[in-house]
C-alpha cells in the first residue's frame, strides 16, 4: 500500500491502521460472504504443475512474496513438523518471513505468500523492526472460539497489491499455537492465547491465508467491483509468466 493512499484511508477512517497487512471466515447475515473470482480449470491446472516443486518446501532458497492469483495462495497448507522446529529450519523461514514483511510495510505474512505451503504466520503489530519486543511467530495455529462482537475496517494485502476494501471481523478471538520465542533462542511454547483489537484483526488476516482464504473473499459488491480492474491486472501479470 503506498503512502499517499495509506494518508487517504487514514483520513477517510479514523480507525484505520498505517500499516499494510499481508492475511478464520466471519459470517454474518448483514456481510455475507462473496466468492471473488473465478479462473479456468485449464490455467489453474497449469499453474498447479509449474508450481508443483513449490509445495512444503523449507530448503533454503530466496523468497520471493507471490501475488495473487498464484497458486500457493489457495492450496492446503500442511502442519509444521516437530523436526521443522528443532532442526532451526522453521525459524529461519520465519526471520526471512519478517524481513520481507518489514521490507513491504507490512505487519504480518503467513508462509503461503512466499510459497511455502506451511501451517506458519508472523507478525509485528506496529509494523517497526525496532520493536522487536513486538514479533509474534505462531506455528500450526487454531482458533476455539471468536468473540461474538464483530467490527468493519479496511484491509489490504501483500500478496494484493493496490487493493483494499473493508472487511468484518470478530474483535477478539482465542487460538493455540505453538508460539516460538521470537528470534532470541529459547524453548517453544504451546497454549492458549486471546487476543483482541488490532491484533486479533491481524492474526485473523493471516490466519486465513493458512484456510487458503483470501481478503477479497470478504468483501461486498461495491468493493469488489471496484478492486476488479486491480485483479484483472494481477491475473494479467501471472499469465505473463506462466
Not at 484505520?16 to 471473488?36: D, K, L
Request: hydrophobic share 35%; with cysteine.
Amino acid at each position: 500500500m503506498n503512502q499517499g493512499l495509506l494518508n487517504r484511508v487514514a483520513r477517510l477512517s479514523p480507525s484505520f491502521h498505517r500499516c499494510n497487512f499481508a492475511s478464520v471466515v466471519v459470517f454474518s447475515p448483514n456481510r455475507p460472504t462473496t466468492i471473488v473470482r473465478k479462473i479456468s480449470s485449464s490455467t489453474f491446472q497449469r499453474q498447479c504443475q509449474q508450481e508443483e516443486f513449490e509445495k512444503s518446501s523449507l530448503s533454503p532458497r530466496k523468497l520471493k512474496i507471490v501475488r495473487y492469483p498464484h497458486p500457493s495462495l489457495r492450496r492446503i497448507n500442511s502442519d509444521v513438523t516437530l523436526d521443522e522446529i528443532k532442526d532451526g529450519s522453521i525459524v529461519d523461514l520465519a526471520r526471512e518471513m519478517l524481513e520481507m514483511m518489514y521490507e513491504s510495510n507490512g505487519v504480518g505474512l503467513a508462509a503461503p505468500q512466499v510459497g511455502i505451503n506451511k501451517r506458519l504466520i508472523v507478525y509485528n503489530q506496529t509494523g517497526l523492526p525496532e520493536e522487536a519486543g513486538e514479533e509474534v511467530i505462531l506455528i500450526n495455529p487454531k482458533i476455539v472460539e471468536f468473540g461474538r462482537r464483530t467490527e468493519i475496517d479496511t484491509e489490504g494485502c501483500l500478496s494484493i497489491p493496490g487493493l483494499e476494501g473493508d472487511v468484518q471481523r470478530s474483535t477478539w478471538i482465542k487460538m493455540e499455537a505453538t508460539i516460538l520465542p521470537r528470534l532470541t533462542g529459547g524453548e517453544e511454547e504451546n497454549g492458549i492465547r486471546k487476543i483482541t483489537g488490532w491484533e486479533a484483526r491481524i492474526f485473523q488476516h493471516e490466519f486465513d491465508h493458512l484456510e487458503g482464504t483470501l481478503f477479497i473473499d470478504k468483501l461486498d459488491d461495491i468493493d469488489l467491483q471496484e478492486g476488479k480492474p486491480i485483479l484483472d491486472q494481477l491475473e494479467k501479470e501471472f499469465r505473463k509468466v506462466e
